[in-house]
């Protein structure tokens, strides 16, 4: 017997996952068309003409992922606490570069996160559908996956430094 396959059957029952036929046909779309130019994507509402509009749009999504996602805020928070006592702990530039690429791993999938939930209710609504469970719960596992990784991290190149602080 395969054991790729069996296991593959097995895990989508014991969570009790609905796992989607692949082999039913994908929905015919018929949304291309030729750009005006070379070096435009031609489906895009509108397209950032110069490198400050880039930054601009950026920022705007960085400003709106602030507002409305409370886990975005308390990554935030947490990876400013962790970044200070860094430098208060005065712990190595390798360690300090580590905690920082850390944090910005876990703000950065917060931030996909959040377009791809933006793009499933621009797909579904508020309809319910299995294949929009799937894709937001398995975003919302790579961030958490992402933060307990960074608590690792933090923890281990911090603690040291706190218990000779301390002690
Ligand atoms: N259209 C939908 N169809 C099926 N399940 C959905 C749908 N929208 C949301 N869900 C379920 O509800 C959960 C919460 O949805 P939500 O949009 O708040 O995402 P989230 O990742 O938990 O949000 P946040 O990152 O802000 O905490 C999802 O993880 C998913 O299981």
């Known amino acids: 017997m395969n054991n790729d396959l069996s296991l593959s ?54 400003i709106y992922a602030f507002r409305t996602q409370r886990n975005f805020r308390i990554h935030l928070m947490i990876g400013a606490i962790a970044l200070g006592l860094s430098v208060y702990l005065q712990i190595s530039a390798i360690a300090c570069a580590v905690i920082s690429l850390t944090i ?5 999938l917060e931030l996909l ?36 990784t960074a608590l690792v991290v933090a923890s281990v190149l911090l603690i040291p430094h706190i218990i000779i602080l301390v002690f």
């Open 9 to 62: 059957r097995a895990l989508p029952r014991l969570f009790s996952i609905q796992v989607p036929s692949l082999s039913e046909p994908m929905p015919e779309t018929n949304h291309f068309r030729e750009p005006d130019h070379p070096h435009q994507r031609s489906d895009s509402f509108q397209v950032a003409s110069n490198l400050l509009l880039s930054f601009k749009y950026a920022g705007q999504g960085i």
């Open 104 to 108: 910005s791993f876990v703000l950065v």
């Open 113 to 148: 996160n959040t377009a791809l939930e933006a793009v499933v209710d621009l797909t579904v609504g508020r309809e319910f559908h299995q294949l929009a469970k799937i894709a937001k719960d398995c975003a919302a596992g790579a961030v958490l996956i992402a933060a307990i």
